[in-house]
């Protein structure tokens, strides 16, 4: 054990060895991990903080579920933790990646866990950093449709207004003319608020599940 411990000592990723108590408290655990959470070595083996209080309140009931889950397959003696979070000393957040031993005694009841702990911060920020990027790409595309589909119709009325324009400038417009003119605008101008509104349709989130016509939406695409 102190063979093994002294590998991740000076390493980045924390081996523990936890009770199987409520608040995972901690039988050992390597020197590094005053670099992961803040606190030395005696601050665990004495008992003064548990491991499950290290943990962000929000990650805590599916960590807890999470090993629920394993304990309960008898065969299981190994499982991998979902990313989550943890607290350190000094109130910052980490995002950790946790594997787990799970040590069973001769009745095959859970005696303790040896959990292998790796900070992943880092790169949890570079896919959140990849993510707004894919957003900012996909907003752009977005963008050049909409300026593709009013390109056309934004044309025709500026066509026509001008062409109203150049009859009254040489004394040739007449009103049966204009309305007709007024009629293809107004048509046009519709049909540019129906894109904007089946674009806003298409991206709003909803979780509300409704009815309706396979056909209408065939006919509107």
């Not at 787990?100 to 900070?119: A, C, F, L, P, W």
């Not at 963008?143 to 324009?165: D, E, F, K, V, Y």
């Not at 007449?174 to 298409?202: H, M, P, R, Y």
Request: glycine residues 4%; charged residues 25%.
């Amino acid at each position: 054990q102190n063979q093994l411990l002294s590998l991740f000592d000076e390493g980045d990723s924390v081996l523990f060895k936890w009770n199987n108590d409520k608040q995972w408290s901690v039988n050992s655990v390597s020197a590094s991990v005053s670099k992961l959470l803040g606190y030395g070595q005696k601050d665990f083996i004495n008992h003064e903080i548990g491991y499950a209080s290290c943990i962000h309140e929000d990650d805590i009931y599916r960590v807890r579920k999470e090993v629920s889950d394993a304990g309960k397959i008898l065969d299981s003696d190994f499982f991998k933790h979902q990313p989550y979070r943890v607290i350190t000393k000094n109130k910052d957040i980490r995002w950790v990646l946790d594997y787990t031993i799970i040590v069973r005694d001769n009745k095959n009841s859970i005696k303790e866990y040896i959990g292998h702990v790796s900070d992943i911060t880092d790169l949890r920020k570079n896919e959140e950093q990849i993510l707004k990027s894919e957003k900012l790409a996909s907003m752009g595309e977005m963008i050049q449709n909409i300026a593709h589909q009013w390109r056309q119709p934004l044309s025709l009325i500026s066509t026509a207004i001008s062409g109203i324009q150049l009859k009254r400038e040489y004394g040739i417009s007449n009103t049966k003319d204009e309305d007709n003119t007024i009629s293809v605008v107004l048509e046009t101008f519709e049909n540019l608020t129906i894109t904007i509104n089946n674009l806003g349709d298409f991206s709003q989130k909803t979780v509300d599940s409704s009815e309706f016509i396979v056909q209408e939406q065939i006919d509107k695409l």
